[in-house]
């Protein structure tokens, strides 16, 4: 079912269509984790009265993305690599296991998710970021998401010094050689504004064919004011950089990556949908009405992250529009929830764990 997903282009399937590849694939996961994770088998069997055949992809037992700060869930034998989430000082950060399988799996869905907008030719790539944040086992979310987007990139310069310092020439130089060209410019948000864009000044650099794939820091850009349409239109002004694509996804299911599409809105592709619930009741929300967000996806098989409440809010504000060729559902992501909201439900799953 996973190959039949990602052999179409990311966007094509109709959600009836597409959720009913979902779901044998997310009720085989489910088993394969109840049978292979000792945790996540008896959050199911206290939370969700055991193992079943779920008719519908809202049916699907969920976990609390907190829970895996708390606990690392595995469901493999052979663990290759250990993903870390970027958290804040002083917090504690997920810690998710990946096995070559899941490894190949998350970078076959990387590159079905960006190549229609990045192309099968591997491109110049500038990362606004450290060459520390590459780490052989043991890597955060920034690492990971460097890492992947290296998959479409050639000769990788990173613009920024140990220091996380801008590196002003070393930044020129990339540009002066590749900008006559198609290159692909990667960063998390917060740093491609305070490293990139407040760095260099008007008419500086000329990112007129740069392709800039970005995610995450939105919080701090909001203190500063920047929405996402002051941020693209200020990079326009500054750099005439005209191809942006904000991105949303997080560790605890990396490879599953909303892209942002027509009217700014975000697209799951085939391989994963959105599902936004009510907080308290948890029941699936109505069209257009703000909940918590809830990803499910075809990926992980190394520890049980095929069904994820996230901390977000948002909304589903379309269905198979069809703009662009993109059908499924088309999301809005308002900001992170309320503690509060979610205490409920993370404290009876978290001590069905214990």
Known sequence: MFERLLAAPPYSLRQAEKEALLLPGLNELAQFHYETCRDYARIVDAAWGGPRIY?????????????????????TATPSLVLRSSGTTGQTPSRIVVDPET???????????????????RLPF????????????????RGAGVLGMMKFGARATFALDSALETDLERVRSFVGANGSQPFLVFGFTYLVWTK???????????????????SGGWKNLEARKVSNASFRAALRARFNLSRIYNFYGFVEQIGSMFVEGPGGLLYPPNFTD???RRPGSWEPAEPGEEGVVQVVSLLPRSYPGHSVLTEDRGAILAVDTGIENRF???????????????????????????
Do not use: W
């Open 55 to 75: 008719r519908a992809i809202e049916e699907v037992p969920f976990l609390p993305v907190g829970l895996f700060k708390k606990r690392e869930l595995s469901s």
């Open 103 to 121: 490894a190949t799996r998350q970078s076959r869905a990387l590159i079905a998710t960006f190549r229609p907008i990045l192309g099968d030719r």
């Open 126 to 141: 500038l990362a606004i970021d450290t060459k520390d944040v590459l780490q052989p086992t043991d890597m955060t979310a």
């Open 196 to 214: 990139l864009y407040e760095r260099f000044r008007d008419g500086e650099l000329d990112l007129t064919n740069a392709i800039l794939i970005h």
């Open 274 to 276: 959105v599902i936004v």
């Open 328 to 354: 499924g559902k088309a999301v809005a992501i308002a900001g992170r929830v309320a503690k509060t909201e979610l205490r409920g439900c993370s404290d009876v799953i978290a001590a069905s764990a214990a």
